[in-house]
Each structure stands twice: as structure tokens, then as C-alpha cells.
């Protein structure tokens, strides 16, 4: 610690000793690492693509249809003519947007689900966990047809599907570590202070299960892309002619026999986020192990 | 946190202010006819049955005896922290400055809790978060009770672990719990207890899990600490080692009732009841030769398997036929009204005691 504070250090709010704890089994890493530069690899390229896609990505060039790669398009043409890299780009952004929000809204929602009912335990963790698994009994391509079915589909409404399908497992992953923290001596000396139940689960059970619910995140968004894939290709995604990965590839798809270009590179740009994810999501899954937290 | 709300201030200072000002000489903490009871197997078992007691402010009461006799679970119930799932308050009063605890509900009970009422725990090693800082820790009592914003807060809490010496607190607020050890750790409990200058401190073996230079060290600190803060404090232990240094009155506890209950000096001088007088014989003394610990012989009787008539009659070498058949009430010594016990050959009701 700082040897020479001139001013009373303020006191942190929360997680700051689990994520110290996580980074530094992290850095020690190599898979995580390389998944971590590869996934903000393609962060950076979205985030760019308005100043790096050679092309506009709605722009139709008819004479130029169903092109493979060439100097003037890299990844080739679509059947309207349009870039694919421009389209990859731009759809980088999509998929990584409607992901991201998904799963924060699944992280918060099946989050709080999570530790109210591991808190209060008892008839009512018995009620919620069972809707829990009630909804992850709901294939994810079955719960966006019902989303689309009921709601229309649209952007909004996809990721509201895919965040539906993550709820669940999200309230599980935070129930169990509640059900064993809640009950160490630093709860119960907690009550005796007299903190109310929403502070002992907001300020001094959630800083201690913060990193399980982060490893699942970075699992559950590389999943998320590919759900948002999915629902896409089967047309329930975002409409056309808005460029998302998904979609691309059912467009590729409807043109296999012309051209292959359209099917292979938006398939490999979602196997490349979904590994790089994945490779993260590992890393911080090892990082977390109890036999790295032993001498706690 | 700066929501409206009255300014506390020295609204609890033991006489006036706020709620119902306590008149000299009517105690802090007044027990009566306090029954706890836990479910086990199917039905209700009294844990803690008919124990009365009253603490004055300023006063140190030691409740003692074996594992199992209620001590810890008297102070739960003085609390409200009996687990509500397998127990409850079953019967009698805690009267609290005036207020009956038993009788008030959770939202009420939270507000004295760790502002008026404070308690400790046994076990430092784990009764701190380790995910949050000391400081934090600390000064987070100050913010809930108090309302103080951060910065005050945090100031306050520097200032409360000068008080418990903790070593150059200021460059060791932002550490966590693991980097500091048992004794300094207790400290911070103490703080934590201390923060908001509770009327009384329930201590539940606040040193057992100490090594023996740092139990006295904390000692001394409680001991100077409650005279600063003129705190009354219960203090549970089965160390009558700690009780001699540290007690004004002692509460001798056996199979959840009380059986003895004396000013420190005359139960040392004249433990009366047989179980206070075996526990006292059963501390091992430096200054003598001895080869063998004197132990009392067989066990306290679990919760649903109570003895009829005196519970320790099983274990007394005084027992008569009496003692199995009646329970013995608890009362003053004939020379002695301060000193009560509960036995039928050495303090028979309407007569007799121990002179």
C-alpha cells in the first residue's frame, strides 16, 4: 500500500480485491490472453469500420454481382453487388451490440433473480428456480420464434429473445456461490450490524461472486453471437438490408452455387469472436478455480 | 445516503435525548423469564429457558459455562438473530432502555442493531468480508447508521482504528482482511462494534480464538474502551480467567438456565452452586503441582433430552432425591441477596443458604 497518504484513502466500493484477484491469475495465462487480443481485435475493427469499410455497406453495384475476392473487393461481392468486407465490418458492430446488450440484460436480470432467491432460500428459491428451469427448458431458437412470433421481429426484439435464454442460467450461476457465502460469519456479523437485506446482498455477496458471473459472461456472449447467427439466418433477426453476420449468411446461402465467398467469410468471422471468447472465457474460468483462491 | 432523515447526534448518550430517558439506577439491559427455543427432530426445545438477568450501564456482565448451556444463544436472542427458521423467542422480555425487544419488529430491531446494541464474534479469521477493505468496513456502519457521507465516514473509521491501535492505521485502511492477522483483525471487529458508539456490547468468546499475550492485550483493550464509552457490555466466555479480569457480576450458565449469579468477588470467594464450584476447581493453576486436570465428569444433556428436576443433578456429586424430582428455583442467598442460586441442598428456597 501507499506509504505516504497525505488525505484518509476513501474507502472502495466492492469487487475491487476479486478482480485484482482475477487479473493477476488471468496475466498468467497465455490461451486468455491471445483470446482477449483477437476479441478486441474485432472490437476495434467494428468500432473503425465507418472510417476503414473501403465501401458503403448498403451500396449496390449491379455489374459487380456475386464477385470472388479481387484488388478492388477483398472478400468479393454479394448478389446485389454490395462489399462483403464493408458488410462483415458493419455487421461486426450489429452482432456485438445486440450481444453485448443481451447479455448485460441477462447479467443484471438473471443476476439479482440469482442471489434474491440463494438469499432468501427457503419455499420462494424453490418457486424461482423452478420458472428458471421452466425457461431454460425453451431452446434458443425456439424461444426467438416465440419472442418474433408475439413481438415482431427487429433488432430490440432479438436481443430481448436471446436475453430471455440467458436468464436462467445467469440466476443459476449466482444462486449457488450465494447459498455458500451467505452463510460465513461475515453475514451474520453483517445482521448484527444491523445492514439491511438488500445491502448484504448488493455490497457483501455480489463482490464475492463477481468473477464466477464475469467468466460466464464471456462464455455467454460468444453464445449470444451465435444465437443472434442463428435467428438471423433463419430470418428472424435483423431485416434486410442491414448487414448482420447472420444474415449474411443466409443471403450466402441462397447463393452457395454462384458464389462461396458470401457463406465463408461471415462464417468465419462468428467462428473467430466465438473462439477468441471462448478461449477468454476459459482463462478466467482457470483463473477462478478454487485452488488458485486457497490461500485466501 | 444523504437522504432526509432526523441528524443523529449524541441522541443515545445513556441519559436523555431521544426515546425514553433512563432514570439512575434502572439497568440498561433488563432480562426476564427469556425462553429460546429450536426445533429439532419434529418438536420445540427451550435452548435458553426462564433466564433472567439485568445489566446496569457501565456494568460488565460475564455469562459462563460449558458448550451448549445457551450462553451464545442469550445473546442471538438479545439480538433478534435467533435463526428464524428452526427457532424463535418463545417467551419472556428483553427490555432495552425502556423498550421490550422481543416484542419489536425486524425493521425496528435493525436500526438498533450495530448502532445501539453491538455485538462480537468469536471467530476474526472470518468474520470480516474479504473482499472489502478494513476501512471500508468500518466506516461502513458510520454511513448506514449515521448517514455520514464517505469522507466523514472514512475519517471517523481512521479515527476508530487509532482507537483499537492498529498499528499506523492510516497506510493499512485500504487493506484487506487477509493481510491482517487474528488479533488485529478482533481490532477491527471491535471497531466495526465500537463505530457507533453502542449503550451495550454483547462479546460472544471475543478472545477464545486468540493466542494468550493477544487475548490479554484485547482485554485490556475492551476493558479501556467500554470505560470510555461508558458502555455496558454482556461478555460470554468459559475463560473464568478472563471473567476474574475482566466481570463485575457473573452469570454461571448450565443447560440454559442460569444456576448462579453473583458479584465477580463473591462467586470467586464463594461459588456456591456445585456446577460453579466444580468450574472453578477445574481451572488449572500455575502456582500448584498438579497432575491431573480436574474435570467434571459426563456431559451437558442435549436439547431434547433434558433431565426432570435439577438439570445438573446427573453430573452433582451433592444429589439427593429431591433433586431429580422438583426443579430448584432460582433464589438469593439468605446473607447475600445479590448472589442467587439455583439448588435445592445449598440455597433451599425460604431459608437456609450458605453461610
Not at chain 1, 26 to 50: K, R
Not at chain 1, 240 to 245: C, E, G, N, R, V
Not at chain 2, 64 to 86: D, F, H, Q, R, Y
Not at chain 2, 316 to 342: M, N, S, Y
Request: proline letters at 7%; a neutral charge.
Amino acid at each position: 500500500m501507499s506509504g505516504d497518504t497525505a488525505t484518509v484513502p476513501i474507502a472502495p466500493r466492492g469487487s475491487s480485491y476479486a478482480l485484482q484477484q482475477l487479473t493477476r491469475a488471468f496475466s498468467a495465462n497465455a490461451t486468455s490472453w491471445i483470446g482477449l487480443v483477437i476479441f478486441l481485435l474485432v472490437v476495434a475493427l467494428a468500432l473503425l469500420a465507418p472510417l476503414i469499410s473501403p465501401y458503403d455497406p448498403l451500396d449496390q453495384d449491379i455489374l459487380a454481382r456475386l464477385q470472388g475476392p479481387s484488388a478492388a473487393h477483398w472478400f468479393g461481392t454479394d448478389s446485389y453487388g454490395r462489399d462483403i468486407l464493408s458488410r462483415l465490418l458493419w455487421g461486426a458492430r450489429l452482432s456485438l451490440v445486440i450481444s453485448t446488450v443481451s447479455i448485460l440484460a441477462a447479467v443484471v436480470i438473471g443476476g439479482a433473480i440469482g442471489i434474491l432467491a440463494g438469499y432468501v432460500g427457503g419455499r420462494f428459491d424453490m418457486v424461482v428456480m423452478q420458472a428458471m428451469d421452466v425457461l431454460l427448458s425453451f431452446p434458443s431458437l425456439i424461444m426467438g420464434l416465440m419472442v418474433v412470433a408475439m413481438l415482431g421481429a427487429s433488432m430490440g426484439n432479438l436481443m430481448i429473445a436471446i436475453a430471455l435464454t440467458a436468464i436462467a442460467p445467469f440466476a443459476r450461476i449466482a444462486r449457488a456461490p450465494t447459498i455458500l457465502v451467505k452463510e460465513r460469519d461475515y453475514i451474520e456479523a453483517c445482521r448484527a450490524l444491523g445492514y439491511s437485506d438488500l445491502r448484504i446482498m448488493t455490497i457483501h455477496i455480489l463482490p464475492n461472486i463477481v468473477a464466477e458471473i464475469l467468466v460466464m459472461a464471456s462464455l455467454w456472449l460468444a453464445t449470444a453471437i451465435r444465437i443472434e447467427a442463428s435467428l438471423s439466418f433463419i430470418g428472424l433477426g435483423v431485416r434486410p438490408p442491414t448487414a448482420t453476420w447472420g444474415g449474411m449468411i443466409r443471403e450466402g446461402f441462397e447463393n452457395i452455387l454462384d458464389s462461396v465467398s458470401l457463406s465463408i467469410f461471415p462464417s468465419l468471422a462468428i467462428l473467430l469472436v466465438v473462439f477468441s471468447l471462448n478461449m477468454l472465457g476459459d482463462g478466467l474460468r482457470d483463473a477462478i478455480d478454487p485452488k488458485m483462491r486457497g490461500g485466501e | 445516503m444523504s437522504a432526509a432523515g432526523p441528524p443523529r447526534g449524541a441522541n443515545h448518550a445513556p441519559s436523555g435525548g431521544v426515546g425514553v430517558p433512563s432514570s439512575a439506577g434502572e439497568p440498561i439491559l433488563a432480562v426476564e423469564n427469556l425462553v429460546t427455543a429450536f426445533r429439532t427432530g419434529g418438536g420445540w426445545h427451550p435452548a435458553v429457558r426462564d433466564v433472567s438477568f439485568a445489566v446496569q450501564h457501565n456494568e460488565t456482565l460475564a455469562i459462563v459455562g460449558e458448550s451448549g448451556c445457551g450462553k451464545s444463544v442469550t445473546a442471538l436472542s438479545i439480538m433478534g438473530l435467533v435463526p428464524p427458521a428452526n427457532g424463535r423467542v418463545a417467551g419472556g422480555h428483553i427490555r432495552f432502555a425502556g423498550r421490550d425487544l422481543a416484542a419489536l419488529g425486524e425493521e425496528e430491531m435493525r436500526k438498533i442493531r450495530g448502532d445501539r446494541i453491538s455485538m462480537i464474534f468469536q471467530e476474526p479469521m472470518t468474520s470480516l468480508n474479504p473482499v472489502l477493505t478494513i476501512g471500508f468496513q468500518v466506516a461502513e456502519a458510520l454511513q448506514y447508521h449515521r448517514d455520514m457521507g464517505r469522507r466523514e465516514a472514512a475519517a471517523a473509521a481512521l479515527e476508530l482504528l487509532d482507537q483499537v491501535k492498529i498499528p499506523s492505521a492510516r497506510q493499512r485502511f485500504a487493506d484487506y482482511p487477509h493481510q491482517f492477522s487474528g488479533g488485529m483483525r478482533q481490532r477491527v471487529m471491535i471497531a466495526m462494534a465500537l463505530a457507533c458508539r453502542p449503550e451495550l456490547l454483547l462479546a460472544d468468546e471475543p478472545t477464545t480464538a486468540l493466542d494468550v499475550t493477544i487475548q490479554a492485550e484485547v482485554l485490556a483493550l475492551l476493558a479501556e474502551l467500554k470505560a470510555a464509552y461508558g458502555m455496558a457490555m454482556v461478555f460470554i466466555t468459559h475463560n473464568l480467567g478472563v471473567v476474574a479480569s475482566i466481570a463485575d457480576r457473573v452469570a454461571a450458565m448450565y443447560a440454559g438456565e442460569i444456576v448462579e449469579i453473583a458479584p465477580v468477588n463473591e462467586l470467586f470467594a464463594r461459588p456456591t452452586h456445585p456446577y460453579t464450584e466444580l468450574l472453578l476447581r477445574s481451572i488449572p493453576r500455575v502456582d500448584r503441582d498438579t497432575v491431573s486436570l480436574a474435570a467434571i465428569a459426563g456431559q451437558v444433556p442435549a436439547i431434547g433430552a433434558m433431565p426432570s428436576g435439577c438439570r445438573f443433578a446427573p453430573r452433582c456429586p451433592l444429589r439427593e432425591p429431591v433433586c431429580t424430582e422438583r426443579d430448584p428455583p432460582l433464589v438469593p442467598l439468605r446473607d447475600a441477596p445479590d448472589h442467587q442460586v439455583r439448588c435445592w441442598l445449598r440455597a433451599p428456597p425460604g431459608g437456609g443458604g450458605h453461610a
